[in-house]
């Protein structure tokens, strides 16, 4: 594993772009921007919700993007590392703006019927910093195992005598 030196951009606390940027990387966790996925957030109307005009939230799209890539040039992986992550997740304290930012999060993942594994350690970071009410944890739950997550019966052995 490479240490990765975090190039991401700090943005004020609770503030609109900080919480977008966390949406942005839900949308972009699993290397791709899925038409399904562009369009749960258009009919959401996530930018709006989070405070942002179409324009501003593409300015933290792009960023976040512009951001990746210099991590690459720096640490060869373009993934965000978990500090940096935890930084970001960090920017979002208002337990209002993270239940809305989850609420987008699972929104975009869900869209297209898949959860890719980077989608699912995004999710899994929010569930782990912050303290979100138990029937909004429990709806999140299956989407860190994917979508098509279930639980088979073991086959019991069979006893003779």
Known sequence: MSHQVSTVRRYATNSPQAAARLVALALIANGEIKTKEWAALHSL??????????EAWHDVLDTLCMDLLE???????????????????AEVDDPALQREVMRLCTAVIEADGHVDPGESLVLAEMLAHWALP????????????????????????????
């Open 45 to 54: 109307q996530a930018h709006e919700r989070l405070g942002l005009s179409d």
């Open 71 to 89: 991590a690459v040039k720096v640490a060869g992986d373009c993934l965000v590392d978990g500090p940096t992550l935890t930084r970001c997740l």
């Open 134 to 161: 138990a029937h909004e944890q429990a709806g999140v739950e299956p989407l860190l195992y994917g979508l098509d997550f279930q639980v088979q019966p073991r086959r019991v052995p069979l006893v003779t005598q």
